[in-house]
């Protein structure tokens, strides 16, 4: 069973992995010590992007199954958890860069031009797997993104654009819902009043709020009415439509009408693990973002409005992808149409019993 003697350091390969931190300063004849840092925190951020595919292609391939077996959610949620997990201590990892200092990183910054992070065709594959879009993406030194990489790592980014996405997986799987059409409950118009009864109550504390100019007012009135056009658009399929067309949502109709009744009746035993993969999906959007944040500010306090190493705008251009490079933006966007618990429409008993996995038991002799 035991055919040689496994060994802690062949295992992990250390004489491999510990002989790629190659000093650029120090071939050049002018060692920095801080490049040893810079090297060290890009490669753990190139194995940590590593794991985090792996936990991306394994989650979409059980989703890319004809039939989604509820048993396999957990493991779904799971490995998302693990993703966000992951970016969390990416994030961290933003601190120790930071005890170099910017005098310290100039001691070798030109030796790396024109070499950038945004070269990295693992991280482009991720945003890719999760669903970032091409005509989303923001322009790098005015061309589109690949065009930085490799001949072939573009075909490889090329081909994996081609291919479905998280994003698009996901919108599969909601379409599927099984309880959007509840038999003697028109859940939709109840709801459609509570929300727009909610909206213009909040036109009318606005309107009687003393503590508020008429320009204040004039202004928190075009978002109420611009908020209570989108939702009603929600309701009518032509509306949603053009709304659709001009990347107001993203997600199909029916799609993000189930994503907004597993959010509001999550409590119901079959929608919690629905609810707890659209939390995950959110968590992993937001902590990319969190990540780009950090980045940029770091950007921002080692080369101040100098160009990043790869001719890019530095920290402008890391600043305008936290707010554009966003996947699951629909999720976040449907809580302007929440409503406290206690306004909720009620579920009809028949309904709640599927939702609550109520079970009669039969006797057998």
């Known amino acids: 069973m035991f055919s040689r003697k496994m060994n802690?350091?062949?295992?992990?390969?250390?004489?491999?992995?510990?002989?790629?931190?190659?000093?650029?300063?120090?071939?050049?004849?002018?060692?920095?010590?801080?490049?040893m840092l810079f090297i060290v925190v890009h490669q753990v951020y190139e194995l940590w992007f590593k794991q985090i595919l792996t936990e991306i292609d394994s989650v979409l391939a059980i989703f890319s199954q004809e039939h989604l077996?509820?048993?396999?959610?957990?493991?779904?949620?799971?490995?998302?958890?693990?993703?966000?997990?992951?970016?969390?201590?990416?994030?961290?990892?933003?601190?120790?860069?930071?005890?170099?200092t910017p005098l310290d990183f100039l001691e070798f910054r030109d030796m790396l031009i024109p070499a950038s992070g945004f070269q990295s065709l693992q991280?482009?594959?991720?945003?890719?797997?999760?669903?970032l879009r091409r005509e989303n993406r923001l322009k790098y030194n005015q061309t589109d993104f690949d065009q930085s990489l490799?001949?072939?790592?573009?075909?490889?980014?090329?081909k994996i654009e081609g291919e479905a996405s998280?994003?698009?997986?996901?919108?599969?799987?909601?379409?599927?819902?099984?309880f959007l059409k509840m038999r003697g409950f028109d859940f939709w118009q109840t709801y459609k009043a509570t929300v727009e009864s909610a909206l213009l109550q909040d036109m009318t504390i606005i309107e009687q709020n003393p503590a508020l100019g008429d320009a204040d007012k004039e202004r928190n009135r075009l978002i109420l009415e611009g908020s209570l056009g989108n939702f009603r658009a929600l309701f009518d399929?032509?509306?949603?439509?053009e709304a659709h067309k001009h990347s107001q949502?993203?997600?199909?109709?029916?799609?993000?009408?189930?994503?907004?009744?597993?959010?509001?009746?999550?409590?119901?035993?079959?929608?919690?693990?629905?609810?707890?993969?659209?939390?995950?999906?959110?968590?992993?959007?937001?902590?990319?973002?969190?990540?780009?944040h950090r980045h940029a500010l770091m950007a921002k306090r080692m080369l101040g409005s100098k160009v990043g190493t790869g001719g890019s705008s530095g920290y402008q251009y890391l600043k305008d992808a936290t707010d554009q490079h966003k996947i699951f933006q629909d999720f976040f966007q449907l809580t302007t149409f929440f409503v406290p618990r206690?306004?909720?429409?009620?579920?009809?008993?028949?309904?709640?019993?599927?939702?609550?996995?109520?079970?009669?038991?039969?006797?057998?002799?």
């Open 8 to 35: 802690y350091h062949d295992y992990l390969q250390l004489e491999k992995l510990l002989s790629c931190q190659k000093a650029e300063s120090h071939s050049q004849g002018r060692a920095a010590h801080d490049e």
């Open 69 to 100: 077996d509820e048993k396999w959610m957990d493991l779904i949620v799971s490995r998302l958890q693990r993703v966000v997990e992951i970016e969390k201590h990416m994030v961290d990892q933003v601190r120790i860069m930071e005890t170099m």
């Open 123 to 131: 991280f482009r594959t991720i945003e890719t797997r999760l669903g």
């Open 150 to 158: 490799q001949p072939a790592q573009r075909s490889t980014i090329n």
């Open 166 to 178: 998280l994003f698009d997986r996901v919108e599969k799987w909601l379409e599927r819902t099984p």
């Open 237 to 241: 399929e032509s509306s949603f439509a």
């Open 249 to 292: 949502w993203r997600l199909s109709y029916t799609a993000l009408h189930a994503a907004l009744l597993i959010q509001l009746y999550r409590d119901q035993p079959a929608l919690q693990l629905p609810f707890r993969l659209l939390t995950a999906l959110m968590d992993v959007d937001e902590w990319f973002t969190t990540w780009r």
């Open 342 to 365: 206690s306004k909720i429409p009620q579920l009809p008993k028949e309904v709640e019993r599927e939702l609550g996995f109520i079970y009669s038991q039969s006797t057998t002799s």
